[in-house]
């Protein structure tokens, strides 16, 4: 694809709740991170993947948190048992060779 | 890890004036400074980055400029324009090593006034 694709744009979770946030990355890219917006604040490092492999997850919050790319390609973050302070935008961005981020569209997740 | 702080948090100017965001950086290996743009509920956009190896970099309205010793860098804006109203980061990354992780800095709102 020309482009970072996220979806759901937006998603309402009960407190307990599952989710599972896809990721689209761009045809061929092999690095492929995640990060969370919070409101009013900048993202901030959750995991990293290159192609399969997930090199870093230093920055996932708790073990509810969860993420895969099991063919090096589509990605998936999966937040088990929500709370309400998961509520945030969840971004999905892969990498140039000459460390150029795109950016997706990101995920609005309001727990409630 | 690396810590990013930025100033000021929200800044107000006039339309035509200059604008000027400023960042610190704590970690002596990061050397790679992009900044983003990001207007409400879009995505970051990647505006000018710089590398530690140029201490300045333009690109029309847009400028960087660096200093590696003091650890830190600015954005400079000349003739704002209302369509420059948005939330700007700046960020620090290495450049191997964990994957090219960016660390944020918390985010300035310009707002440019008519």
């Known amino acids: 694809g020309a482009g970072v694709s996220q979806s759901p744009r937006y998603k309402v979770a009960k407190r307990g709740q599952d989710v599972a946030l896809r990721c689209d990355p761009i045809?061929?890219?092999?690095?492929l991170f995640w990060y969370q917006q919070a409101l009013g604040q900048g993202p901030e490092f959750l995991t990293y993947?290159?192609?399969?492999?997930?090199?870093?997850k230093s920055g996932l919050p708790s073990d509810r948190f969860f993420a895969e790319r099991p063919e090096g390609s589509v990605s998936t973050l999966k937040i088990q048992r929500t709370q309400q302070e998961d509520s945030a935008v969840y971004l999905c961005?892969?990498?140039?060779?000459?460390?150029?981020?795109?950016f997706g569209s990101g995920t609005r997740l309001t727990v409630v | 890890g690396e810590n990013v702080e930025q100033h000021p948090s929200t800044l107000s100017v006039q339309e035509g004036d200059s604008a000027v965001i400023k960042c610190t950086y704590s970690?002596?290996?990061?050397?790679?400074f992009p900044w983003y743009k990001q207007e409400l509920g879009k995505r970051p956009q990647l505006i000018i980055d710089?590398?530690?190896?140029?201490g300045e970099k333009k690109d029309q309205r847009i400028a960087v400029t660096l200093n590696k010793t003091a650890k830190h860098f600015s954005l400079h804006i000349t003739e704002t324009q209302p369509e420059d109203s948005a939330v700007y980061f700046c960020?620090?990354?290495?450049?191997?090593?964990?994957?090219?992780?960016?660390?944020f800095g918390t985010g300035t709102q310009l707002k440019v006034e008519l």
């Open positions: 961005a892969t990498i140039t060779a000459n460390y150029g981020y795109t």
């Open positions: 045809s061929g890219h092999v690095s």
């Open positions: 993947f290159q192609n399969e492999a997930q090199l870093d």
């Open positions: 970690d002596s290996a990061s050397n790679y």
């Open positions: 710089i590398r530690s190896n140029v």
């Open positions: 960020a620090a990354s290495k450049a191997a090593g964990g994957g090219n992780k960016l660390t």
